[in-house]
């Protein structure tokens, strides 16, 4: 079992920045790919971005590629998405996921099908 926790949401002002921590424990973290996804009211949740095992290989949605950076400590056991640039329509309930690490390519990294353990969420919201 991993269990996973997610920090660092608030409110925030359009153009704004935001860093979400993910902390795990549990199993060796580095042996999971990274995700975070996100759910708005009324909507499906969407993944968002992504990080390997290894940090060598990131994906991330067209809807936050070049606005946020997803990066990992193995370490500390913690993977984080820095958001910056941020819309009212990135407002949603964060969740960090772990997948296995044979995870590969976008599709695999993008689906939540493929994640084996989710934190409870953290709450964005981003004002206009």
């Known amino acids: 079992q991993v269990q996973l926790v997610e920090s660092g949401g608030g409110l925030v002002q359009a153009g704004g920045s935001l860093k979400l921590s993910c902390a795990a424990s549990?199993?060796?973290?580095?042996?999971?790919?990274m995700g975070w996804f996100r759910q708005a009211p009324g909507k499906e949740r969407e993944f968002v971005a992504a990080?390997?095992?290894?940090?060598?290989?990131?994906y991330y949605a067209d809807s936050v590629k070049g606005r946020f950076t997803i990066s990992r400590d193995n370490a500390k056991n913690t993977v984080y998405p820095q958001m910056n640039s941020l819309k009212p329509e990135d407002t949603a309930v964060y969740y960090c996921a772990a997948a296995a690490a044979r995870c590969s390519g976008y599709r695999c990294y993008a689906s939540s099908d493929e994640y084996l353990y989710w934190g409870q969420g953290t709450q964005v919201t981003v004002s206009s």
């Open positions: 990080i390997s095992w290894s940090s060598t290989n990131t």
């Open positions: 549990g199993r060796t973290f580095s042996r999971y790919a």
